[in-house]
């Protein structure tokens, strides 16, 4: 860590990364977008929308043994406008899809969607009458886990991804 | 519960409606005619058969025409299909019913009850009166093989939604046939992915 004088004045402006001045105690200088990114990263409140048996894994990853709180994700809203990432948690069928879209439309911006396992990504082996054949042809989805379902290791994988995008994406 | 005595009783009260009786104890079954369907059913509740555990459907349209040949190899290759029904016959009604003594807790009898039914207008009559939990299960029945039963109120969809056209469980439903309510109009899945997908970091 470099101390403060050795960078010129608009140094918050064009490092990204958070730095703490050590000649000036308890100053932090950063971008705006990059700070709101950090802010966004580490607490994300998802809507969990489980309809299936991957709601089981999803429920084991977000509970104390492999501990989704660790990752800033811990904290899950029912109400879609208080909500961030919406977390498509299982089979969705033809029936449930325009209430998904709606929970989909009622979250405030900035939003991400993750499609969790193989039924919300592809449809899964549900090839029939009642399946939407993937949540992609209803919703734009930044993050698809595969697995059927996905493994705690897997989820907790696709969540550092989506941070990642998350802190990338800025605003 | 003596099932022979039992069976041996129905026939006496249902008469030839009843094509096939078979099995002993637990696995017992009957056959009848969608015409004798509801006096054979209100006997057996008459006798103490209190509990539908459950309602279902078969669709016989194609059964034992198209089967593939076996290869020679095959342990069933001796084995004889069964002769397909004859029409109107296609589709078989199962209700499985249970005894169930409601002090102990424990199913004293078994009974399965087949009923042949056309799927055409004039369905078989409903139980709902004997056992309300028909209610739902004749409108599942509805809903996935279209066997309208006759005598009961308000017939409509349990699973899917209103808009969907034909029974899908039937045999004559076509297999690929999509009817989604939003997204792309055959339900087909995309062909590219949303957006630019993350990939993992393999390090
Ligand atoms: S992907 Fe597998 S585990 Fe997940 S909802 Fe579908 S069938 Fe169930």
Sequence with gaps: MLPVSNFPNDVGSIRPNLRRSEDLDGVISTRLDSAVGWARKYSIFQYPFVTACCGMEYMSTACAHYDMDRFGAGFPRFSPRQADVLMVVGTISHKIAPVLRRIYDQMASPKWVVAFGACASTGGFYDNYATVQGIDTILPVDLYIPGCPPRPEAVLQGLMMLQKKIQEQGR | ?203
């Design chain 2, 1 to 203: 519960m003596d099932t022979k005595a039992l069976l041996a009783e129905l026939y006496d009260v249902v008469g030839l409606g009843v094509s096939a009786l078979s099995g002993s104890g637990f696995d017992a079954f009957i056959t009848v005619e969608q015409n004798s369907a509801r006096k054979a059913l209100e006997f057996l509740h008459r006798k103490g058969f209190n509990v539908l555990a459950d309602l279902t459907c078969v669709d016989y349209l194609r059964y034992g025409f198209d089967e593939r040949p076996l290869p020679p190899s095959h342990p069933h290759r001796l084995r004889r299909w069964p002769s397909p029904p004859k029409p109107p016959r296609r589709f078989k009604l199962v209700y499985r019913l249970l005894e169930l003594d409601p002090a102990e807790g424990l199913a004293r009898g078994r009974l399965a009850v087949h009923v042949w039914a056309t799927g055409k207008e004039a369905g078989p009559p409903s139980v709902m009166d004997l056992w309300p939990n028909a209610d739902w299960l004749e409108r599942e029945v509805w809903d996935m093989f279209g066997i309208r039963f006759s005598g009961r109120p308000d017939i409509k969809r349990i699973l899917l939604y209103e808009e969907f056209v034909g029974h899908p469980l039937r045999k004559d439903y076509p297999i690929d046939k999509r009817q989604p309510l939003i997204g792309p109009k055959e339900g087909a899945a995309r062909t590219v992915v949303s957006d630019e997908p993350l990939r993992p970091d393999p390090s």
